[in-house]
């Protein structure tokens, strides 16, 4: 789980590039540069989604270490890989907001109290 999930923190998309140049754009240039900055050297991955055009995911892996041997000196401070994920869509405290709100909405748990000569004790252990 762990290393999927900085997989799917590190992970480049079509969104990430420029459709004419293949170079990337600034969402990228800035994806990349939180990956150097902010990884720990042991997770300073690039992934980038593989695409179903070979030659495109080449142009894009050179983009890629291009980028890096420019900005951040060789390609052997970050790996650089083909990922099949798609980044995380939603992050842990906006994630946690919609776990609270679901915990909140759901019903306050009932025992069922039967009516009648039973005692309390008796319809808790019944059920």
Not at 64 to 92: C, M, W
Request: aromatic share 8%.
């Amino acid at each position: 789980m762990i290393d999927k999930g900085f997989e799917e923190q590190c992970v480049l998309t079509t969104n990430h590039f420029d459709p004419i140049t293949g170079k990337l754009n600034t969402f990228g240039n800035h994806t990349v540069a939180g990956i150097m900055n902010n990884m720990p050297q042991a997770r300073r991955t690039v992934f980038i989604h593989r695409d179903t055009d070979a030659e495109l995911n080449q142009q894009r892996m050179k983009m890629v270490k291009q980028t890096i041997n420019t900005f951040y000196g060789t390609d052997k401070l970050a790996k650089i890989e083909f990922s099949n994920e798609l980044p995380v869509k939603l992050r842990g405290a906006e994630a946690e907001k919609i776990t609270e709100l679901w915990y909140a909405g759901k019903p306050a748990p009932i025992i069922p109290i039967a009516s009648g000569t039973e005692s309390l004790d008796a319809t808790v252990t019944n059920n």
